[in-house]
């Protein structure tokens, strides 16, 4: 979460409050209307709190209009009926609510059967607050079974891991935080995610592994696993380094498997260590929970795991956050139940078709380039053709969004930093219909912006729209 401060100014302007919100008397409600950044002396009615917050939140962009994020939006009232049932349980509790442990584990049952573990019974893993965590996790797995592997030279030796410039910011954040030199592959070309020979070349006695994405947020292409652990099977032969890998599979990891069964990329390949997802991404949950599963319990080392005895239970816990609500582990499961594979696939499956087919409609428009079309992930990226010169992918943000649209604009990172792109995802309720309307109002926009004198972002960095 980004970091807040407190208010700035001395300035403690009350809110206002209609009248009419008074349970009573309208007066008071004038009257009492409750300071903005102090807590009130005493309490409102609840009716009068609800209409405050609710009036501040229209403000907020429409989420199924949102083609920046990739997390879910969309969910049938049944599963909003149960996570409402279990939002006062603690997920950490599993003690006290057993059944909700219960069902947590069948969820990494069914993920490491999903993932072809060799074994899903000797499979481990655990639920977390979303992929960013599941990360952490498995690369503090990663470290701490190279300095295991390295005991005479750890702490004295630096590690590194391995990976994309294209990689989630969370991979930096992991780096950052546990004190692990980030090794990162630049775009180059047309090629915008990791090059697995690249990969390789970088790697020497201190890498602790190679993370792979299965679909880039920057523009939903799969990188290539199969021959990234390819490349590493080669340099054991001729180094000896064996390096893992690490699967990031916050969205592919819910859309592979089902729709590119021929994919090879998760735990078929041996040197596949670890992989996580995010189950509010295309598992098809509400914000937040992921997932993080080990081959096989050797993968991730006992001291890692804590065994607490937490109000009459031995529990053991392998997590960064403790108490969260286990809601969102129940929706999972629900969803599970509720789709099985047949219903996965055919959910995912639309999902593409709509996302190739409003790329090829904005390819028709002929003002644009397409640099995905929406094969893998259902996420494509597009750029302004060569001869449009009265605007750019920015100026088309802005105005898309007065009619309603988060539609993201950024510049790639480094080694294609002159590539700005607007980038769609297309998630379980962005139907053909909404995808009609988005082309509707693009092609409406567009007479406006080819008269332009010129594009009228002036501070790129300022006009990013790219936080995912």
Known sequence: MPLHQGHQTPEDRPASVNPFYGEANPVSGMIEAPPKHRLPDGPLPPTTALQLVHDELMLDGNSRLNLATFVTTWMEPQAGILMAECRDKNMIDKDEYPRTAELERRCVAMLADLWNAPDPAAAVGCSTTGSSEACMLAGMALKRRWAQRNADRYPGARPNLIMGVNVQVCWEKFCNFWEVEARQIPMEGDRFHLDPEAAAALCDENTIGVVGILGSTFDG????????????????????????????????????????????????????????????????????????????????????????????????????????????????????????????????????????????????????????????????????????????????????????????????????????????????????????????????????????????????????????
């Not at 593409?352 to 904005?362: D, F, H, N, T, Y």
């Not at 893998?376 to 105005?399: I, K, M, N, Q």
């Not at 007479?447 to 010129?454: G, I, N």
Request: with cysteine.
């Open 221 to 468: 292409s799969y990188e290539p696993i199969q021959e990234l652990c390819a490349a590493l099977d080669r340099l054991q032969e001729r180094t000896g380094l064996d390096i893992p890998v690490h699967v990031d599979g916050a969205s592919g990891a819910m859309v592979a498997p089902f729709i590119d069964e021929d994919l090879v990329w998760d735990f078929r390949l041996p040197r596949v260590s670890s992989i996580n997802t995010s189950g509010h991404k295309y598992g098809l949950v509400y914000p937040g929970v992921g997932w993080a599963l080990w081959r096989t319990a050797a993968e991730l080392p006992e001291e890692l795991v804590f065994r607490v005895n937490y109000l009459g239970g031995d529990m053991p816990t392998f997590a960064l956050n403790f108490s969260r609500p286990g809601a969102q582990v129940v929706a999972q499961y629900y969803t599970f139940l509720r789709l099985g594979r047949a219903g996965y696939r055919a959910v995912q499956q639309t999902t593409r078709e709509v996302a190739r087919a409003l790329a090829e409609r904005i390819d028709c428009l002929g003002d644009f380039r397409l640099i995905t079309r929406g094969d893998e992930l259902p996420v494509f990226a597009f750029t302004t053709a060569p001869e449009v010169t009265t605007y750019d992918v920015f100026d088309v943000s802005r105005r898309m969004r007065e009619s309603g649209w988060l539609l993201p604009a950024y510049t790639f990172p480094e080694n294609r930093e002159d590539l700005s792109v607007l980038r769609v995802v297309c998630r379980n309720g962005f139907t053909s219909d909404l995808a009609d309307l988005f082309i509707e109002d693009l092609s409406r926009l567009l007479p406006e912006l080819r008269r332009q004198p010129h594009p009228m972002t002036h501070d790129k960095g300022a006009a990013t729209s790219f936080h995912h």
